[in-house]
């Protein structure tokens, strides 16, 4: 029996669920510093990672659980931290470092009402456009809202298989109430859970170039200390790694970052539809939101109102295209959120003037309940 999978059925909440997830993907480190709502993570992972043959460690501080979080990555190790909002924007510079080194990792963000310490044990959504731009410069960067904690514990195995085909970071942006709900996860056979691990080099040591792209756009990564020579910065740097202060080296580096991502998002983009095939009105929602506005589809339909749900499992990168085809048969969109529009402007944006956008979200601390949305399904159209 695989002690790092949990076989069987259980009552647990999304945080504990998210953290027997990391452990099924293999990962055999943490680094965190504890901060509610997500400090569940930490000490259910604190627990079990001995029993497995991981390694947790309780930071100073946000930054220095990511920087830790980077460095065991280096070493060959599938890594990940938690934290909420505050925590996140700490976060932020040592995020940018993990894109532009494309070292895979895993940032799980339990999201809270802010801004500052805000409603540090209520729920929102309002991290999302942090979470795509928080760091500076250019980079892309995925982005996973689990709506239920059996999805969390299969959407975090999946965070780690992305981060690790890909070499980025990727962000599991979860939620108060999401965290801490507790339901039935059923957890599968370990044979049955598929993990990737990272690409690896072959050849000669002395001749590998640690971000020389391969077929995919990735380049094989190399685990520091196992004889390849390595450069690794955060400066501008060449398929070697050394740093090159030109235009053209920025543009090369840049178009690999960013290429990475944007020429595999059929593999990368995932949403799920709701009585979709039919619908008049789209809704759009993620996270926690998903579930009332399941609710609020059926109660439309019973009122004549054709409504459907299209739900983002991939926040980042947004699904673009699939809302602009959308746009051109739907008589509008009502986009559910927990903050005050930050994906709803994406809607809107997609949309592109073919099709209304309509906002349902408020500053957070609770849920939003069906009968608003209802209302606006009602009054918009």
Same mark, same amino acid.
């Given at each position: 029996?695989?002690?790092? &999978?949990?076989?069987?059925e259980h009552f647990m909440t999304g945080d504990v669920a998210c953290a027997e997830g990391a452990l099924a993907a293999g990962c055999r480190f943490f680094g965190g510093y504890p901060i509610t709502?997500?400090?569940?993570?930490?000490? *259910? $992972? /604190?627990? %079990?990672?001995p029993e497995v043959g991981g390694t947790f460690? *309780?930071?100073?501080d946000e930054i220095a659980a990511i920087a830790s979080v980077i460095g065991a990555s280096c070493a060959g190790v599938k890594s990940m931290t938690a934290t909420s909002g505050p925590g996140f924007s700490l976060m932020m510079e040592n995020i940018g470092l993990a894109a532009c080194t494309e070292t895979p990792c895993v940032i799980v963000d339990v999201q809270r009402a802010g801004p500052s310490t805000g409603l540090p044990t209520q729920g929102a959504q309002s991290d999302m456009m942090q979470a795509r731009w928080g760091s500076h410069g250019d980079y892309e960067i995925i982005a996973l809202a689990p709506s239920s904690p059996q999805?969390?514990?299969? *959407?975090? $195995? %999946?965070?780690f298989n992305l981060s690790e085909t890909y070499r980025l970071p990727v962000l599991i942006m979860s939620d108060e109430i999401i965290g801490h709900i507790s339901e039935r996860v059923i957890i599968p056979e370990a044979r049955t859970i598929k993990t990737v691990s990272r690409p690896r080099p072959k050849g000669r040591k002395d001749r590998f170039k640690p971000f020389q792209p391969g077929p995919n756009g990735v380049a094989p990564m190399a685990i520091a200390g196992e004889g390849y020579n390595i450069h690794v910065t955060g400066l501008t740097h060449d398929e070697k790694g050394y740093p090159v202060m030109t235009v053209?080296? *920025?543009?090369? !580096? !840049?178009?690999?970052?960013?290429?990475?991502? +944007? @020429?595999?998002?059929?593999?990368i983009i995932q949403t799920e +539809?709701?009585? !979709?095939?039919? /619908?008049?009105?789209?809704v759009i929602s993620y996270g926690v939101s998903t579930r009332? +506005?399941?609710?609020? &589809?059926?109660?439309?339909r019973e009122m004549g109102i054709k409504a459907g749900l299209l739900r983002l499992i991939t926040v980042w990168p947004f699904p673009e295209d699939q809302? @602009?085809?959308? /746009?051109? @048969? &739907?008589?509008?969109?009502?986009t559910v959120e927990i903050n005050l529009g930050q994906i709803h402007y994406e809607v809107e944006r997609c949309a592109a003037g073919k099709a209304p956008a309509f906002l349902v979200g408020h500053p957070g601390g609770t849920i939003i309940p069906p009968d608003s949305v209802i209302e606006t399904l009602k009054t918009a159209f």
């Open positions: 029996m695989n002690p790092a &999978v949990l076989t069987g709502p997500a400090t569940e993570i930490a000490e *259910q $992972i /604190a627990e %079990r990672l460690i *309780q930071m100073e999805d969390t514990f299969y *959407q975090t $195995i %999946r965070a053209e080296a *920025q543009e090369e !580096m !840049m178009t690999r970052i960013i290429g990475k991502v +944007s @020429r595999n998002l059929h593999d +539809s709701y009585r !979709m095939d039919d /619908a008049e009105i789209a009332t +506005s399941l609710a609020a &589809v059926d109660e439309a809302i @602009r085809k959308l /746009a051109e @048969r &739907v008589k509008g969109f009502v």
